[in-house]
């Protein structure tokens, strides 16, 4: 059967809990291939382990590509022409599959028990052999030593069995990769893989093949962990006549000390950066440069989607394991939300904003702390200060809730015995200027300093930790102008009211 015309790839993962960053970019480069050759991207539900299925972790997985905007044309949530896209409903069609093979003698049944299966296992360890089916069970019509009767009397009995392929004596297996070129696999290294387990569940190996091609898969992005299995698959292509897809192994993804990426040295599920406050934006842009670089020269670290899907090939997906970098991860956040327009980050702060306002009460008007407006000037004030998007709320709380406590020692050095008789005859003529913006404060600042005969120094603290309740932020006079005048002359007085006299209230 002819291969479809149309690029179309899949991410086919396990649903075994969490996805991993390292699913995430099989996803992304699966999803960029696609999209950039007018092609479809399929998401298909690998479940045939049955003893390492997590309840939920499917549609888990869906969530996660909805996030990372990587939505799939096809998936059991959204179904499709080729489904179902979950393996196991499709054991009936595997079932079919391996009988053929039975028949033309390219399969056969094995009733090695598990004992047995470990006792030959550690004889061969032993002996320095490597482990493999002593292929007890091959017929005798198929070069074994099993004579056709026993394996008609085991079927009758109906003990649990197994069907494995036979690999071919003697024979080199070449795997066309787009990333590494032609690997070649002595057949002698190769077991006689089990296709269809007792259970009646195929193993990854007869179902990742049997699906590539029923569903018409022509580009086969996957992890470099999978090469090692690619001869096997390539095998059974060959056993069906089927033409085979292309197969790109990305490489490796490597704790910065080379070693392979684990759960121990560092968050791998991409729920816990979503938890962290990682937008999808910097989170797809650093999972893509895991393996894969612009090319010709090109120092460009900073993509949004769009960009990727414009510069995507597999020609620049490197050969060697890619190092994770959390460093550049946060780095990377931070690019992009400077990239972002005011009114974007708007948009972005608002839901957030929205959530906490569930928690506290704001101390400004709901409808003027969320209105596009306001959020554009806090926006526009803090991009240069933030981590994360969430921090725009977290990290400058007193753009919308009054402070609750005051920085302990920036008290204790700032506010002076003269500060509250200073700041409340200040805050008299504040309250007279006629426009509020941050020049008009200044000037205000500066002659009321010049007259008193102090330095403006002495008063920008107080304001700061008064409006604040803390050291350090953005622009003084644009924060009390964001604020608008109420708001400053009501947090200037409370800071006099609350910090008179000791002991201070202050933060512990
Ligand atoms: N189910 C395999 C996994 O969990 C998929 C490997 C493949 O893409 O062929 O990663």
Same mark, same amino acid.
């Given at each position: 059967m002819a291969i479809s015309d149309i690029v179309r790839t899949r991410f086919a993962p396990s649903p075994t809990g969490y996805v991993h960053v390292g699913g995430l970019r099989t996803? &992304?480069?699966?999803?960029l291939f696609a999209k950039k050759h007018g092609g479809k991207f399929i998401l298909r539900i690998e479940d045939t382990d049955q003893t390492r299925l997590v309840p939920g972790a499917a549609e888990n997985i869906e969530k996660v590509l909805e996030w990372a905007g990587l939505i799939p044309d096809e998936s059991p949530l959204r179904g499709g022409p080729f489904g179902p896209y979950t393996q196991s409903q499709r054991l009936a069609i595997y079932k079919q599959y391996c009988e053929q093979l039975i028949a033309e003698?390219?399969?056969y049944y094995c009733f090695s028990t598990p004992e047995e299966l %470990? %006792? *030959?296992?550690? @004889?061969?360890?032993?002996?320095?052999l490597q482990p493999k089916y002593n292929r007890k069970w091959l017929p005798e019509s198929m070069g074994g030593s099993m004579p056709e009767s026993k394996i008609k009397e085991a079927l009758d009995s109906g003990i649990p069995k197994v069907i494995r392929m036979k690999i071919p004596d003697g024979i080199t297996i070449k795997v066309q990769d787009a990333i590494r070129g032609t690997v %070649?696999?002595? =057949?002698?290294? &190769?077991?006689?893989?089990?296709? &269809?387990?007792?259970?009646?569940?195929?193993?990854y190996h007869l179902a990742v093949v049997v699906d590539d091609h029923l569903m018409q898969i022509t580009h086969v992005i996957r992890g470099?962990?999978? @090469? =090692?299995?690619?001869?096997?698959? *390539? @095998? @059974?292509y060959e056993f069906f006549g089927w033409e085979k897809p292309v197969f790109a192994h990305v490489p490796l993804l490597l704790n910065p000390d080379r070693t392979k990426l684990s759960k121990r040295q560092g968050d791998v599920a991409v729920e816990d950066y979503i938890k962290k406050g990682f937008s999808r934006e910097a989170l797809i842009n650093f999972v893509a440069l895991l393996g894969w670089n612009p090319g010709s020269g090109s120092e460009q670290e900073i993509f949004t989607l769009e960009e990727l899907l414009e510069r995507f090939s597999l020609e620049h997906i490197g050969k060697s394991g890619a190092i994770f970098n959390l460093e550049k991860l946060s780095w990377i956040e931070k690019e992009h939300i400077r990239r972002k327009s005011d009114q974007e980050l708007a948009q972005a702060i608002r839901p957030i904003l929205e959530e906490e306002l569930t928690r506290r009460k704001p101390e400004l008007p709901i409808e003027k702390i969320t209105s596009d407006e306001y959020l554009t000037k806090v926006a526009h004030e803090m991009k240069e200060r933030v981590h994360f998007i969430k921090e725009f709320v977290t990290f400058s709380p007193y753009f919308f809730f009054e402070p609750e406590t005051y920085e302990k020692d920036a008290v204790k050095k700032r506010w002076k015995e003269n500060t509250n008789a200073l700041l409340t005859e200040l805050a008299t003529q504040l309250e007279t200027l006629p426009v509020f913006t941050a020049q008009e404060i200044e000037s205000a600042l500066k002659s009321f300093c010049e007259a008193k005969g102090i330095k403006t120094g002495e008063l920008v603290h107080p304001i700061r930790l008064a409006v604040s309740g803390v050291s350090f932020g953005p622009s003084l006079f644009h924060m009390l102008e964001i604020l608008g005048k109420e708001a400053t002359l009501r947090r200037i007085k409370r800071a006099t009211e609350r910090l008179k006299g000791e002991p201070l209230r202050v933060e512990s």
């Open positions: 996803a &992304l480069y699966n999803y003698q390219k399969a %470990e %006792e *030959v296992r550690k @004889l061969q360890l032993k002996q320095g %070649e696999f002595d =057949s002698a290294v &190769l077991d006689d893989q089990v296709l &269809l387990k007792a259970d009646g569940f195929p193993t470099e962990e999978w @090469l =090692s299995s690619t001869p096997k698959h *390539v @095998l @059974l």
